[in-house]
Nanobody
Framework: QVQLVESGGGLVQAGGSLRLSCAASGLTFSRYTMHWFRQAPGKEREFVSAILWSGGTTYYADSVKGRFTISRSNAGNTVFLQMDSLKPEDTAVYYC???????????????WGQGTQVTVSS
């Protein structure tokens, strides 16, 4: 059974940083493209970032490009999201997802963690 457990969220002032982690189990982690999505209150879940199995190719939403960095540890079955220069509009629940390919559409995923809340105050 696939399990994804996100952590690292919290309350931070605008301009601050947070590092999110997602620990995966129940799958061959190194074969999966790992993704981060986020969902703000009253809004649809949106793509944030993704990293291919090798870690050599990454994808970012335009809204976070240059501020967020995704990375992974295949040995530790964990994907990370370093978030710098945070803005109030980054406030959302952040979720990770695993896919055999890169998808920016959240409908393509069956397994989600509980998410981790990120709140950026102005």
């Amino acid at each position: 059974q696939v399990q994804l457990v996100e952590s690292g969220g919290g309350l931070v002032q605008a301009g601050g940083s947070l590092r999110l982690s997602c620990a995966a189990s129940g799958l061959t982690f190194s074969r999966y493209t790992m993704h981060w999505f986020r969902q703000a209150p009253g809004k649809e879940r949106e793509f944030v970032s993704a990293i291919l199995w090798s870690g050599g190719t990454t994808y970012y939403a335009d809204s976070v490009k240059g501020r967020f960095t995704i990375s992974r540890s295949n040995a530790g079955n964990t994907v990370f999201l370093q978030m710098d220069s945070l803005k109030p509009e980054d406030t959302a629940v952040y979720y990770c997802a695993a896919g055999r390919n890169y998808y920016s559409d959240y409908h393509m995923f069956n397994y989600w963690g509980q998410g981790t809340q990120v709140t950026v105050s102005s």
